[in-house]
């Protein structure tokens, strides 16, 4: 089955940019989705289909895709920021969905 | 507002089955390109995704977890169900239904903690 490859954990300043990677065998040919989830809280879609944002997300949530790895950007890093980041793949040729490991965002 | 609510019970007995419901409101479960999927978490760890209805009625399971999975939908009701058969401690977890437009999940539900315990 299909593995998505996130790092467990990312810290960075605040102000500064933060990336998220998600690894995934030629995973530039899918579309990747990405959900913020805070403590307690249900996961918030950010980015769908590798760059676009839901509406009502800050311009500050990015993505991009391409090759073997898919990146969340998170520019002018806020306090708030500070959450669990999940990549999304559906793998169309069988109507699997797959969620990689989470990535723990720390603003330090 | 499209929301979604799950509902079922707080804690279930080893190899008893789990009944989950997921009411959505805000639009149609027939609605072309709409469907729900059940999404779970056990506590500190990663979302696992289990099942999706489309529209249509096609269905589709987690591989690892087929076998004891069961979803349908009642669109009179709008309503989402997922059983589960043969509960084990480590289906501990919080359950979560969202609803997916073309992919990616653009409404989640709150979620419903179940704890597997004797």
């Known amino acids: 089955s299909y593995v998505l490859t996130q790092p467990p954990s990312v810290s960075v300043a605040p102000g500064q940019t933060a990336r998220i990677t998600c690894g995934g065998n030629n995973i530039g040919s899918k579309s990747v989705h990405w959900y913020q989830q805070k403590p307690g809280q249900a996961p918030v879609l950010v980015v769908y289909d590798d760059s676009d944002r839901p509406s009502g997300i800050p311009e500050r949530f990015s993505g991009s895709n391409s090759g073997n790895t898919a990146t969340l950007t998170i520019s002018r890093v806020e306090a708030g920021d500070e959450a669990d980041y999940y990549c999304?793949?559906?793998?169309?040729?069988?109507?699997?969905?797959?969620f990689g490991g989470g990535t723990k965002l720390t603003v330090l | 507002q499209v929301t979604l609510k799950e509902s079922g019970p707080v804690l279930v007995k080893p190899t008893e089955t789990l009944t989950l419901t997921c009411t959505v409101s805000?639009?149609?479960?027939?609605?072309?390109?709409?469907?729900v999927s059940w999404i779970r978490q056990p506590p500190g760890k990663a979302l696992e995704w289990l099942a999706h209805?489309?529209?249509?009625?096609?269905?589709s399971y987690s591989t690892s977890l087929k076998s004891r999975l069961t979803i349908s939908k009642d669109t009179s009701k709008s309503q989402v169900v997922l059983t589960m058969t043969n509960m084990d401690p480590v289906d501990t977890a919080t359950y979560y239904c969202a609803l997916s437009s073309g992919g990616a999940f653009d409404i989640w539900g709150q979620g419903t903690m179940v704890t597997v315990s004797s």
């Open positions: 209805i489309f529209s249509n009625d096609e269905k």
């Open positions: 805000g639009f149609s479960l027939s609605n072309a390109r709409m469907g």
């Open positions: 999304q793949v559906w793998d169309s040729s069988s109507d699997y969905v797959v």
